[in-house]
């Protein structure tokens, strides 16, 4: 046989007469195969999800008018929202995003957030420089809205997010609906009902991080038109009164 079509590792079998005590010869390279299995399981095991990736963090499908969005969410809430585009779906684009930021949240490496305006999007990234949240025109455009008023606002609900799970008091979405006043639907502020969930959630644990079940059960503590509007808070942008009215 040429040397080229040999086989890499040759075996030879041999037979032997049959021993009663044959398998006992064989107890301890299966005790040896058993131990090195379950070694090979306990490293390459990966570590457990913690409770606030399963329930905190993903994305779903948001029918925003007739189009089916994505939905980037943390705590079961919506902060971004992304229309499909020429070049991914609604649902890729937060998956992705929830993604990344999970990805931030497990390693620690979610210091802080920036917002950053160019070439007429308006961009979210970690201050490690990972971006979260494009919003290009198409996605505005969908909700009505300026990418960058859109992004701000996206941006505020995000970080008062965050702020709950450091156990910090949500005050960005406050400071948004203070100078952005009027919406379209009528529906209500959403700063109140994350100051509500702030609180109920602090009742159950008094100092340090809020962990993810105490903020889910403040939460669902909400009645159902409070759970819908703090749910869906990023399917529309507060407005600004128009120039010179109440100043």
Not at 122 to 146: E, Q, Y
Not at 149 to 176: I, N, Q, S, V
Not at 187 to 198: E, G, I, Q
Not at 224 to 241: G, K, T, V
């Amino acid at each position: 046989m040429p040397a080229a079509t040999s086989p890499t590792v040759q075996v030879a079998l041999r037979e032997e007469a049959p021993s009663p005590v044959g398998p006992l010869r064989l107890l301890p390279l299966l005790l040896l195969g058993l131990a090195l299995v379950f070694l090979t399981l306990a490293l390459t095991r990966t570590p457990p999800v913690p409770s606030w990736y399963q329930d905190g963090t993903g994305f779903e499908p948001a029918p925003l008018e007739r189009i089916l969005a994505g939905a980037a969410t943390l705590h079961g809430a919506e902060f971004a929202l992304f229309a499909p585009d020429r070049s991914s779906s609604g649902l890729e684009r937060a998956r992705a995003t929830s993604n990344a930021l999970a990805s931030l949240l497990r390693g620690g490496g979610l210091e802080g957030l920036q917002g950053l305006k160019q070439d007429g999007e308006w961009t979210i990234s970690s201050r490690g420089g990972t971006l979260l949240v494009r919003v290009d025109r198409n996605t505005a455009a969908h909700l009505g809205a300026d990418p960058e008023e859109l992004g701000r606002w996206w941006m505020a609900l995000l970080e008062d997010h965050l702020a709950l799970r450091e156990g910090r008091e949500p005050d960005k979405t406050l400071d948004f609906e203070r100078a952005h006043p009027l919406r379209r639907s009528g529906s209500r502020p959403v700063a109140p009902l994350f100051d509500r969930v702030y609180r109920r959630a602090r009742h159950q644990v008094p100092e340090g991080r809020l962990p993810t079940g105490a903020m889910l059960q403040a939460i669902q503590s909400l009645d159902a038109e409070e759970s819908r509007a703090f749910r869906e808070a990023a399917r529309e942008l507060p407005r600004a009164l128009p120039s010179g009215v109440g100043r």
